[in-house]
């Protein structure tokens, strides 16, 4: 079996952001770091590399600049195989549509893959689009929103999941090969062990470059793109802090804030 | 190209979620600068009734597929159908509503068409001539502004609550076209086997009044007054990361960036420090009220009202006094 897990690196969430008038975007001192959300989907894999004894070949695969090793290395010390980083000039301001084509080029070219894992979605484009893009593309099952794995049946070619909608918990059964865009609650990430980090400092990143995928410059960066981003500013400042409630007790205190609730007409 | 917008109405068990009403309204009104008909989509087995009902609250056209393929939302054959309407018909833009089903479909249908697909959008204005979306990016601590300059149709999905719902009018006439599925049963690869709904009724991401409990709360038990806080507004249950974590309450309450985003009309925090990760799934709520024992938690700052307490305290005061208004 060979599993897949696609992930994107990006800042850490609680890095401070600035933004400047050109609309570039920086997080100062922050590290890059594995996108939160593709833990869960690297965990899942070595899951279920855990599950098959071992047998199961799990490869992590990123599209995106010298960045993008911090984590592909983060990955690979979580217990990954094999890592490869896809990139091109050629590719800088891909969207989704030209991201999904990249990674769907990549997955071809190795074959052989039973199951394509996803995070569920960038924590800083915030799309949520690649996993089922890759999967329409390909032609394989879209599972997306997956909290669990119920069945894998490599041989019988077969997957059961359980997927997290609005009204509750789907239950879907699908052919291989197919893609599982996972949330969190389906696992919790492990920690790169000590011996995992030290493999992920000697591992080999090779790159795929365009050439390699055979993609032309039709298809990716903007000219391959569907999506243009016009601008990023930062959200309007709200003026002032909260209005701070003060009242003798409690209750007249509740009070107060059921007329300025009934006041503002959101009850 | 035309100048038509489609308009996919989604529709679980015969009820149609609400960003759907709502992106037919926003069609109806970019449609008035497109000069288009607005097309609503709706798919599903028995659905007859909802042709009309997609008129009234502002279809021109309905184009109506109705059929046992189609019972349960799948990607497969409602992504082949959409996009062979699409290709039929060539309308300027698509919009859905960004629920997770929609932000499949939208996405599955522009690898279709190899067009663009803008999701997640709060707002959606023409400015010289080009229609641009607004989009929280990095967790809501940034916006930005996107457009599909060239490929046809742009599409775009829309996050709930973030534009009005249009008021039905029964009286709308309009033209129901009958479709029929492009796939059939043994082409479609995924089988729904079952659904086990989420008890505690109202869906976090449509609710117009949320309350949300944090680690503040204690225990399991803790949760009890603020549930019968949002029993008595009528509210969904939210809940911050660490209560979750804790174990006090299921992960499908969470609000937050790796949570749900909500937007309600009001936003009730209930000892919750406001955090950073759980401002992103909550800040555009139009009125927030922090209920806080420490004066200096964050939440404070994003709050429009807060009361500094204990919130065994306040939380009861408060559906009490809310028990005796409403009443
Ligand atoms: C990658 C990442 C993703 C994350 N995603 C999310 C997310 O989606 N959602 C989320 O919520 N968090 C998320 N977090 C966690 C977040 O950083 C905070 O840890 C979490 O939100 C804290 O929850 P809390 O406010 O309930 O707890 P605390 O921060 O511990 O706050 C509890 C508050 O309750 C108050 N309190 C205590 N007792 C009482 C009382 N009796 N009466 C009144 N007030 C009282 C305290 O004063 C305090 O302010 C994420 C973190 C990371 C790193
Ligand atoms: N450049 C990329 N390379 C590899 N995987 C990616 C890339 N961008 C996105 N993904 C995957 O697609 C998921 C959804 O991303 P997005 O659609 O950008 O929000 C992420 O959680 C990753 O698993």
């Not at chain 2, 009220?289 to 009202?305: C, S, T």
């Amino acid at each position: 079996m060979h599993i897949v897990v696609c992930i994107k690196q990006t800042p850490d969430s609680a890095a401070k952001l600035t933004v400047d008038e050109a609309g570039n975007v920086s997080w100062g001192e922050s590290p890059i770091i594995i996108n939160p959300w593709d833990e869960y989907a690297v965990e899942e894999a070595l899951l279920i590399k855990e599950r098959f004894g071992g047998e199961p070949k799990v490869t992590v695969v990123s599209m995106g600049p010298e960045e993008a090793l911090e984590a592909l290395k983060h990955a690979i010390a979580m217990g990954c195989d094999e890592a490869v980083r896809i990139w091109d000039d050629g590719f800088a301001g891909s969207d989704t549509l030209a991201t999904s084509y990249v990674l769907a080029k990549a997955i071809e070219r190795m074959g052989d893959v039973d199951l394509v894992l996803f995070g569920k979605s960038a924590i800083d484009s915030q799309t949520g689009q690649v996993a089922v893009e890759v999967a329409r593309r390909l032609g394989f099952a879209p599972l997306t929103y997956v909290i669990k794995i119920a069945e894998l049946d490599p041989e019988g070619g077969a997957i059961l999941v359980e997927r997290l909608l609005e009204e509750g918990r789907q239950g879907v059964e699908a052919p291989l090969p197919a893609v599982v865009g996972t949330v969190k609650g389906i696992n919790e990430p492990r920690y790169p062990s000590f011996m995992g980090i030290r493999k992920a400092t000697r591992a080999e990143y090779p790159v795929w470059t365009a050439a390699d995928l055979g993609v032309g410059p039709d298809k990716v960066g903007a000219a391959g793109s569907g999506v243009r981003w016009e601008r990023i500013f930062p959200p309007p400042a709200r003026e002032g802090a909260a209005e701070i409630i003060q009242a003798e007790t409690v209750e007249e205190a509740a009070r107060v804030l059921v007329d300025k609730l009934l006041a503002e007409k959101v009850i | 190209m035309g100048n038509d917008i489609f308009v996919w109405v989604e529709q679980f068990r015969g009820e149609v979620a609400l960003p759907s009403w709502e992106a037919i309204g926003t069609a109806r009104r970019l449609g008035e600068t497109l000069g288009g008909q607005v097309c609503a989509c709706v798919f599903g087995s028995g659905v007859e009734g909802l042709a009309q009902e997609a008129i009234a609250y502002g279809a021109d056209k309905v184009f109506l597929a109705d059929d046992p393929t189609l019972a349960d939302f799948r990607l497969e054959p409602y992504a082949a159908l959409l996009s062979s309407l699409a290709r039929e018909h060539s309308p300027a833009l698509i919009l859905m509503g960004a629920t997770s089903r929609g932000r499949d479909l939208g996405p599955a249908v522009a690898v279709d068409l190899e067009t663009g697909c803008v999701a997640d959008c709060t707002g959606l204005e023409f400015e010289g001539g080009q229609l641009l979306a607004t989009r929280p990016i990095y967790a809501g601590k940034l916006l930005s502004t996107c457009a599909v300059p060239e490929k046809r149709p742009a599409i775009f999905t829309t996050r709930a609550r973030a534009f009005p719902k249009p008021e039905p009018d029964d009286g709308r006439a309009g033209e129901v076209v009958r479709v029929e599925p492009v796939m059939k049963e043994e082409e479609i690869g995924c089988k729904v086997t079952g659904f086990w709904e989420t008890e505690g009724g109202v869906s976090l991401t449509d609710a117009a009044i949320i309350v949300s409990g944090g680690r503040g709360v204690g225990g399991p038990e803790g949760f009890e007054p603020v549930r019968e806080l949002a029993s008595v507004l009528n509210a969904a249950l939210g809940a911050s990361r660490a209560a979750v974590d804790a174990g006090w309450i299921p992960y499908e309450h969470q609000v937050g960036q790796t949570g749900k985003t909500v937007s309600p009309d009001l936003y009730i925090a209930c000892g919750i420090s406001g955090a950073i990760q759980h401002q992103a799934g909550m800040r555009t709520s139009k009125v927030i009220v922090a209920i806080n024992k420490d004066p200096e938690a964050p939440i404070f700052q994003l709050a429009h009202y807060g009361i500094v307490g204990d919130l065994f305290k306040v939380v009861p005061a408060l559906t009490a006094a809310l028990k005796a208004r409403l009443e």
